[in-house]
């Protein structure tokens, strides 16, 4: 797999339900970064999770991030309709001044 | 709120042809990104800005792409001449003060090659 490969690449829940979104990458990195894209538009940032730190959390938003296993998750507590988005996990390889895009999971919240 | 502004919304231009697509940075950052998204597929790195000089481009960023920072607060993209596969979405976006922090993306223009 691909640099920043999120799956599942689509999920469907209710709303009210906890939403998990995983990600793996490939090489060692400064950071992981997560990005909700509504259809259409632009990419908002979520949290930023650096590669020393194991958990994060950002209101409804809990990160975590293994580096050994260069695999991270989004969980989305208590989740909304208006959650439904893609979800982009994001990696700055070390040493690098970009971010590296997986393909993104497709979340749908249903009333 | 701060934002990246991002114009036009839409651009359809003929094969062959020059396009500049121009972003307004947030004032205050330092660094500055062009990414683009091919309708359904994953959002691609294509350069990085600083200190008025590239600091990173990807293999797409080829000799037909150029970026400038004319007047300290427009940042654009130039694409020299124009094929069906430049057909995207692309993304302006800037980081702060320190590199590798949180970036925030314009909304995008989208480019469509006839």
């Known amino acids: 797999s691909q640099q920043g490969e999120e799956d599942p690449q689509a999920l469907s829940i209710q709303e009210g339900e906890n939403a998990t979104m995983n990600c793996s990458y490939k090489t060692s990195i400064n950071n992981l970064q997560w990005y909700r894209q509504n259809s259409g538009r632009g990419l908002v940032h979520l949290i930023l999770i650096r590669s020393n730190e194991r958990e994060k959390h950002s209101g409804r938003l809990r990160v975590t991030l293994d580096t050994s296993k260069k695999s991270s998750s989004l969980l989305i507590t208590a989740s909304r309709a208006a959650d439904t988005a893609s979800y982009f996990c994001?990696?700055?390889?070390?040493?690098?001044?970009?971010?590296?895009f997986g393909q993104g999971t497709r979340l749908t919240i249903n009333p | 709120e701060p934002e990246v502004t991002q114009t036009p919304s839409h651009q359809v231009t003929q094969m062959g042809q020059e396009v500049i697509l121009r972003c307004v940075p947030i004032?205050?950052?330092?660094?500055f990104y062009w990414y683009r998204q091919i309708l359904g597929q994953k959002v691609e790195f294509l350069v990085s800005f600083y200190n008025n000089e590239i600091s990173e481009k990807s293999e797409i960023f080829d000799d037909q792409f150029s970026v400038e920072r004319p007047d300290g607060s427009n940042f654009t993209l130039k694409i020299r001449s124009t094929k069906l596969e430049d057909s995207a979405m692309y993304f302006c976006a800037s980081g702060g003060t320190l590199m590798n922090t949180e970036a925030f993306f314009g909304q995008g223009t989208r480019l469509t090659v006839v």
């Open positions: 004032s205050n950052h330092l660094y």
């Open positions: 994001a990696t700055v390889p070390s040493g690098a001044q970009k971010l590296v």
